[in-house]
């Protein structure tokens, strides 16, 4: 599977994390992290910290409401945007030594692409090591502070790394 471009952010729009209900019976869900980015794509970023054993089917159900809700009576399917779930798990989940996997929904001898609308992350920490990638890239910055690295490391990472300076984690001392 080809890995997608990224596109650079230059403005993010903090949107309001529940996803309504359609009726009393459906499913609350609550989203860790919702925004909307200028270009109009729609990402949720999850943590989950203990295997529950269905991550797959939350992430998909997840990704399923975030695409459905952008719809209002009357509105043409073409004006759906691409809806991106990243999931930051605190435990083994795929059956790779990779800590970040990436779907898409393709067709499944070609691979070719059947639209572009559907991405699923699934970043996997304790398969993160340290020692195995740059710490130049950013995202791994952030998931080693997420991940709980030692203090001396993190600090390192936040003078690295400005906007975790700006969580006030990280204080001179």
Not at 38 to 51: A, H, R, W
Not at 87 to 111: C, D, G, K, M, W
Not at 124 to 146: H, I, N, Q, R, Y
Request: net charge negative.
């Amino acid at each position: 599977m080809k890995h997608t471009e990224r596109e650079a952010l230059s403005e993010i729009i903090l949107v309001n994390p529940n996803l309504d209900k359609d009726s009393l019976q459906d499913k609350l869900s609550i989203l860790d992290v919702r925004v909307k980015t200028s270009s109009g794509k729609y990402i949720d970023i999850e943590m989950q910290l203990f295997n529950k054993y269905d991550i797959e089917k939350r992430s998909l159900y997840v990704w399923s409401k975030l695409y459905e809700a952008q719809l209002s009576e009357g509105q043409k399917y073409k004006e759906l945007n691409k809806c991106i779930t990243i999931n930051i798990l605190n435990y083994s989940f795929l059956p790779v030594a990779r800590y970040h996997s990436i779907f898409q929904l393709r067709e499944i001898v070609t691979h070719a692409p059947l639209i572009d609308d559907i991405e699923l992350h699934f970043i996997e920490l304790p398969k993160l090591k340290e020692t195995a990638v740059s710490l130049d890239e950013g995202l791994v910055k952030w998931l080693l502070f997420l991940k709980g690295t030692e203090k001396e490391k993190c600090e390192v990472l936040a003078m690295n790394e400005p906007q975790l300076r700006y969580l006030g984690v990280f204080k001179p001392e």
